[in-house]
């Protein structure tokens, strides 16, 4: 079955220190990803998105990710955590095959951001 | 900007109404989606639709119907209210199904809908 994990759903950090959010995947095609940010009482926005282009994917507000199909992961990191990054992140994956029109959502990391 | 509102973004109901929940996106695009978010369990797809009148079930869509009249217009509604139905409700469009390389979805701001 495809799906999506989300490997902690809590993370916190101090203000200017690497943000590291860990998701994990299963395909058995090549999949498209995505991160997902959602602040609080708002609708979901779209961070990056990996669609088998280049393996190293840059985002809005300094967020990239990786795609590296040897580990089935695409970890989101960022070098130095703003206070304004404390929100919550959801890695959601498209399976591909053509087979599914419908994205596949983990189930969320809260990232805490401490001055 | 692609623009995606949905009607309330809070309500109250009662066990057995009737409730509509509306979205309306300005950007001509053809696919649009309910999910429900909940705790724990992310984001889940109740039903979608890919054309006017037209419309496909999600993982979750017991409970719930659809109606899309026109384009830019989707409501998600709940025959009769209960309680579990308690939760978050996000509405998305897309230009593209996800199956395409474009397939961006553009959220609405969640309508948090409460089932006394």
């Known amino acids: 079955a495809q799906s999506v994990t989300q490997l902690d759903s809590h993370v916190s950090v101090s203000e200017g220190t690497p943000v590291l959010l860990r998701c994990n995947y299963s395909?058995?095609?090549?999949?498209?990803l995505f991160w997902y940010v959602q602040h609080p009482n708002k609708g979901l926005q779209l961070l990056l998105k990996y669609t088998s282009a280049a393996t190293l994917v840059k985002g809005i507000n300094g967020f990239e990710a990786e795609f590296k199909k040897s580990e089935t992961s695409f970890h989101l990191t960022k070098p130095s955590a703003h206070m304004s990054d404390a929100a919550e992140y959801f890695c959601v994956v498209i399976p591909g095959g053509g087979a599914t029109n419908k994205l596949i959502f983990g189930t969320g990391t809260l990232l805490a951001v401490q001055p | 900007d692609v623009k995606v509102t949905q009607s309330s973004r809070y309500l109250v109901k009662r066990t057995g109404e009737k409730v509509f929940l509306e979205c309306v996106q300005d950007?001509?695009?053809?696919?649009m989606f309910w999910y429900r978010q909940d705790p724990g369990l992310g984001l889940r797809l109740i039903y979608f639709s890919y054309d006017v009148k037209m419309k496909e079930k999600g993982d979750i869509p017991e409970g719930y119907s659809v109606s899309r009249e026109k384009k830019e217009r989707f409501s998600l509604i709940l025959e009769s209210a209960s309680t579990n139905q308690t939760s978050m409700y996000l509405c998305?469009?897309?230009?593209?199904?996800?199956?395409?390389?474009?397939?961006?979805?553009?959220f609405g701001p969640g309508t948090r809908l409460t089932v006394l």
């Open positions: 950007m001509d695009h053809e696919n």
């Open positions: 395909s058995s095609y090549s999949p498209s």
């Open positions: 998305a469009s897309s230009l593209y199904l996800a199956g395409a390389l474009n397939n961006e979805q553009f």
